[in-house]
């Protein structure tokens, strides 16, 4: 009789909750995007957030499914230019109606045929300075199905141009995190590009490059393919027969000016050079005072000499501009030493200056420092007899100018630092820590990524950086029972700038790196298709741990596989350690949200963790 009154009483509060639930007017809250954001250029994009449990939702008319929670994500079209999402939630009581508006950029298009126009290609191009033996590439927009040719008054009349295929806008989010197509929708035509390689003749002053464009004759129209351009969109071209109209750079260009070259001296002590001005990155780390000989700039990018055939570029923010008469870093390298303890192995490289450097990992065996600006005077290399890693080091000089030393391991890579002492180049390689089937004294740190600024936020409001943390205590919890040592970059959501948490795990001699994240996506890739766990490394000899982590962390989640990423991310970039940077699960999808609530969930993701770490540590050995 008791338990049947339990019972009832039960069913009564049940009752109650669910009829104060619908006895409320229902809440709309859109977490992305915000109101007035500027979102990517794409034709569809998402937009989420959470509703009263129990309603039904629309937006712009299409029925959205609603977690059992009130999260809601939605994939939707867009139209360029102010655009409104609709939402309308309904329950039993009322219906709430909320507006969120968007500014969807408009695409760049091709020129219509009914004018003669012609524009930089960029949007914003950078002055340019440049050499003698440099290539000047101009690339402009005009309309499409002429003639076109540029000039440098006071150098050159006259430099012809054709027009390419129809150029696709970079639309990287799709291409990375979706399914790799890029809309049709973002080909223009009417793009021009023409070259020319620049002589040891002095431009006089700095000056704008001239653009000219000519309409086609109808001779020219017949001669078109079918396949690039339709004639009767054409025909309006005739009535421009003969004319040719004249436009100009938005950018200055100077050759071979009286200031260039000039030797720079790094003033960062983490320096990146790369293969072109904002572009991909030639080499990481390189120490404050570094010098090296500047021949052109574009932009705040300038260009380096670094030997016969190779270049580097490096923002004019991180460099200091030395006395003219300053000469470029010499060094002849005469020999080469090694010393050994039971951490690490160091190699040293006697030069006369702070050199540039490269380092390249060939193989999981395999380590190539290229020194620019050296010649090899070296008739001795010293190997430490006690040492059980290097089997042997051979250098090389590939070109002028450019020294490589390549050192062949007797087991795979485990880390490297490289760093000066006065001039004398050191290559310090570190050596695994002891493992017997435990992880007794291993030094793992685990960084829970974001904060102060909270990450992704989930549709129910969720952020990133909090459960960031909550997992990666789990993670630490689990690693202690086995006897680690793990230490968080933060233990609280206290303020821990982004470049702080490698320099972390330097300082303390970390022999692993775990950084803890939660997905989302760029604008325009559907999170309905793409979504899971995932795991980015950066260095080929992080690669083994984050496939051992990711397999174990698909098995113990049971979400899909979202790929193991090359990702050039900053946690990543440190050479010291193995490391790994990994998206357990898409915060912004309302069931997968839900899961990273769970602690059970969380202790899943802690234990693949370090069962993929121990698999990791097994397969090294």
Known sequence: MIKTIHRLFFLILLCNIAVSAFGETPTINVVYPKGGDRIGAVDSTFIFGSV????????NGESIDVHRNGAFIAFLPLQPGPFDFELRAINENDTTFYIRSVNVPIPKKSFGYDQLAVTDWQDSASNIILAEGDLLRVEFQATPCCHAWFSIPGYVDSVPMVEMPPRIQPYWGETVFGIGAVPESLKISGYYSGFMEIDGRKLPDSTRICYFLKAPSLHDLFEIPADRVKFIETMSLLEFQGETTIDSSGYFISINPVDYPRVVEFTDSVQIMR????????????????????????????????????????????????????????????????????NKLVIELPLSDKHPFKIAEEDRYTLKIFIYGVISDTDWIRYDFNDKDLDFAVWSQPEPYLYCLTLKMKRPLWGYDCYYESDILKLQINKPPQYNGRLDDIVIVVDPGHSPDPGAIGPTGLKESEINLEIAKAIKEDLENKGAKVILTREDMSDLPLYDRPAIAKNLNADLFVSIHNNALPDGVSPFENNGTSAYYYHVHSIDLARAIHEEMLKATGLKDYGLYHGNLAVNRPTQYPAVLLECAFIILPEQEALLKNKNFQNRIARAVRKGIERFLDEYK
């Open 52 to 59: 009263t449990p129990g309603s039904e939702l629309t937006i």
């Open 275 to 342: 293969v072109g001005p904002s572009k991909g990155y030639l080499s990481i780390f390189q120490p404050k005072g570094v010098r090296a000989l500047a021949v052109g700039r574009v932009g705040e990018w300038l260009k380096l000499t670094l030997s016969q055939t190779q270049q580097g570029w490096v923002n004019v923010n991180s460099i200091k501009f030395l006395d003219p008469a300053w000469p470029p870093p010499a060094s002849y390298l005469k020999a080469i030493r090694t010393y050994s303890d039971k």
